[in-house]
Every structure is written in C-alpha cells, then in structure tokens.
C-alpha cells in the first residue's frame, strides 16, 4: 500500500498553517494596539510625550502637590473638549490649550482624589451662576474643593513678549506651576495674607510691583490693600507691606502697627519696610523701626569693585545672604539697587533679635549729599548691610534697603535669585517654608520648532497606521507568501 503524501497535501499543510500564523500574528498585533490605546485613555501618563520643552509632562514639583492632596478636588475646563484638545482657544495667540487638558488629566491620574472634566459654559447655567461675580468663561479653568476655589484665567496659564532682538513675539507656558499652585491653594486650610499699605504716596504700588504681587499669589498668598489711616489692619493679616513711603505715619497709624506687631495671634506675623535714598526723613516710622533694632540710615550704597556690581552700575550691588536666616540656600546673585544703608542698633535687647539679611562686600561704600569729589574718587570702603531682620518669638520685622528689588523689572531678572530669595523668606516668616505651597516654575517658551502633530492627528497616527494599517500591510504580506507557497 503506498503511504506516501502527495506534494499537493503537503502545500496545503504548509499554507493552511502559514495562513494560521498569520492570522494569530495579526490578531495578536489587533490585540494589543486595542490594549495599548484602552491603557493610553485610563493613563495619560503612558503617552510619550514628543515635545521639545516636555510641556506635556509633570513637574516632579507638581505631581509631588498632586500626590498630596487628600481633599476630593476637581479642575473643571470651561469649554469643549475639542476646543482644548485641538488647540482651538486663543489660537491667534499660538497658545497650546491641549497642555491644559494634558496635565490635568496627569494631575487626576496621580491622585483618585483629584477628577478632570470639561464644561461647556452654555450648557451649565447653575454652575456659570455660582461664579457670575468672577466670569467664569470659555478658556478658564476651575479648580475647587470644599475649602475654596481658585480660577486660572488665560494670562495665569500663558505669557507672551516681544523680543527686542528680532521684533519676533513669543508665546510662554506656565500651566504646570498654574495648576499646581491651584491644587495647593484649594487644600490649604489656612491661606497666608499679605496687605500693602497705602495712603501716603508710596513709591511702590500694584502698577510697578505687580510681579511681585503675582509671585505672591502663586505662592498661594492672598494679597491686599490697606489705607492704615482710615481703614483697620485686616485681622487675617500675616505680612504688612510698608514700601516706601513718601511721606511720615501719623501717631494714630503708628500706634496701628505696634498693635498689629503686638497682637496675639496663632499664625506668625511680619512687618516687611522698604527703603529708597530720595525719601525724606521719616521720623515716627523710622524710629518705629529702631525700636525694633533696624536703623536706616542716609545715602545711597555703592561698589568700587567691577565684579560687585551689575551693568557697571556702581550703585547696583551684587550682595551676599548672611546669618543664619537662609544663609545655608544657594541663590544665584543676589542684587541690591540703589539701596540705602542699614545698620542694627543692638543684636539682642527686649527680647529682640537683630540680623543682617544682605551684606555687601567690604569693597563698597556710602554716597551721601556730603561726599565730595575726592571722597567718591577715594572712598573709604566696608561691608554694609542692605537688608536685616528682627525678631521677637513668631513676629518679624524685616527692612530692605532697596525698593527696586520688588519692582518689575528686577522681579522677572532670571539672572538674579531675589524672587527665590523673596519666596523663601515670606515663607518662613508665615510658617509655610517645608510646604508644597511654594510653587515656583519659569515660563516655558512654546513655540519654538518642534513637533507639531495634533491630538487628532496623533489618533489617526495611532489607529490608522499601527491599529490598522499595519496589520493589513501583514495580511497583505501573509496573503502573498501564501499564494507564492502554493505554486511551489
């Protein structure tokens, strides 16, 4: 009996079961694209994320708050899912509203305490209602907890500038530090104060020092007014705000911040004073400030060396920090602009403690309306305070020689550590230094080259070519082997 398979069978076989692997291979690849994609939308975090500055990606300093939050929290997108994740909103401004989506639903993915949802303003009418004094609009977003809410507005997320350079506009991101100050602010169960007073022509205001005021509010401060003649010093209080005043405090006003240092409270409280040279004397606040052991004195500081100072302006000082108030915290070049100089009356009296905060080095020296020539062409050097700090159990007085130092310009000055050095002392001297509270991020520049792929075409990229191109391209592949092995 012949037993012997013929060719034809034995073709069959080997197609039938190259067809079958094919189909397996192909099921399999299905497979997991499906899973893949299921994981991607239950954990944003699996997405790669392409872009040049990671703007998709959590700061550790954020996904640390995010972690931290125990109160159910949600941040609510006021607007269309499409409209965020196509980049629709402000698009004439080339701002990258998929970010916005993007980190939440990393905030939301870190901590089941934390929910993400998008709401069209026209279709919730209670919820536009409950925020009707505030315009909660299209492209702002909400965060809210039982404690409190805070809404991020267009300019808290994003920034732009003109660079002088090329006359080209650049457009910046500050949505991780934005949402993560929110996160933080909602969950606190105390917010810090700051109130600046106001009333008596000061050289500071909220026109020259709103960075600073800003820097403040995202480190979850809540800021205010106060005329101290004819208003009280609000009981919330933690920091009051002297800067620098053109004209003197009245016995009665004075009488208000001796109260307010005085007082006995839970929370830590600070009197923070500023200083110019053109200010006239101020007998009463200074001398209140004296009591206190600060003594401010008359002229303005400058340096003789060229690596002490900035711009080669002698009167811009580049300081250092000293005692043991944030000495030990490394800050990239501290600047002290034309500061008066200061001295400390006493190191202890009272029950009080003086500190010098900023020192020059002992290359500089003071320039009075007495100096002559010959003195400013041969001065007498030494090292000179610019900024002190007394203390008395949890309150504080702290003088800064220089008012420039919480203007503007020398706020958004990266090249200089003052805004770092400004957040950590408020924070110390409120009680929060150690918390999450300060959350501080540069502006991230977007649009610079880099990958510009849509949510919509990275779908298409994923499900068209890898879900279903690819394995079609493999059927097609198999189908060929196939029909080539049957001819063999």
């Known amino acids: ?19 079958l692997l094919s189909i397996v291979f192909i099921g399999i690849v299905v497979a997991l694209n499906i899973l ?8 944003p975090s699996m997405d790669i994320d392409l872009t040049a500055e990671k ?33 629709l909103l402000y698009a004439n401004y080339g701002f990258k509203y998929s970010q916005i989506a993007n980190l939440a639903e990393r905030l939301a993915e870190a901590n089941p305490h934390i929910t993400m949802q998008f709401m069209e303003a026209d279709t919730n009418p209670d919820v536009m209602a409950e925020y009707s004094s505030e315009s909660l609009t299209t492209g702002k977003v909400l965060v809210r907890t039982a404690k409190r809410h805070k809404i991020l507005t267009v300019y808290d997320m994003f920034d732009m500038s003109q660079s002088q350079m090329t006359g080209q506009t650049q457009t910046y991101t500050k949505v991780d530090s934005a949402l993560a100050g929110a ?3 909602v969950n606190l169960d105390k917010v810090p104060v700051l109130t600046i007073a106001t009333g008596h022509g000061e050289l500071l205001s ?8 800003a820097l ?28 620098t005043p053109s004209t003197d405090y009245t016995e009665e006003e004075i009488q208000k911040l001796q109260d307010f240092l005085n007082a006995d409270r839970e929370e830590p409280v600070t009197l923070l004073a500023t200083c110019h ?33 900035a711009a080669a302006n002698a009167s811009y000082v580049l300081v250092d920090p000293s005692g043991s108030t944030l000495s030990e915290n490394t800050y990239d070049r501290l600047l002290a602009p034309s500061s008066v100089p200061l001295s400390l009356a006493f190191d202890s009296n009272a029950g009080i403690t003086t500190t010098s905060l900023w020192r020059t080095a002992d290359s500089a020296y003071v320039i009075t309306e007495e100096t002559t020539q010959e003195e400013a062409e041969n001065p007498e050097t030494a090292q000179w305070t610019v900024a002190a700090m007394a203390t008395k159990g949890d309150t504080s007085v702290i003088v800064f020689g220089s008012s420039f130092v919480f203007t503007d310009s020398f706020i958004e000055a990266t090249a200089f550590g003052n805004r770092d050095y400004l957040c950590d002392l408020l924070a110390l001297t409120t ?9 501080v991020t540069d502006s991230v520049e977007t649009n610079v080259m880099d990958i510009t792929i849509s949510r919509g075409g990275a779908t298409m990229l994923g499900l068209g070519v890898f879900t279903v191109g690819l394995p079609l391209v493999i059927l097609a592949a198999g189908l060929v082997i196939f029909l080539k092995r049957r001819h063999l």
């Open 431 to 439: 009680g929060t230094d150690g918390s999450a509270v300060t959350v």
């Open 277 to 309: 040279p053109s200010q006239p004397e101020l007998p009463r606040l200074n001398g209140l400030l004296e009591e206190w052991g600060v003594k401010v004195n008359r002229g303005v500081v400058a340096e003789t060396s060229g690596t002490r100072m």
């Open 36 to 43: 893949v994609t299921a994981l991607t939308e239950r954990f």
């Open 1 to 19: 009996m012949n037993t012997e398979q013929k060719p034809e069978n034995n073709k069959w076989k080997r197609g039938s079961m190259a067809t």
């Open 216 to 243: 403040m509010e995202n480190q979850n401060f809540t800021v205010q007014e106060v005329d101290v003649l004819t208003e009280d010093i609000p009981e919330d209080t933690q920091v009051l705000m002297v800067p």
């Open 183 to 185: 996160l933080e602010l």
């Open 55 to 87: 703007r998709n990606s959590l700061s550790e300093q954020a996904l640390e708050i995010a972690k931290g939050v125990t109160e159910d929290t949600e941040i609510i997108l006021v607007g269309t899912e499409e409209g965020y994740r196509k980049d």
């Open 206 to 213: 909220s026109q020259n020092m709103a960075q600073f005021i």
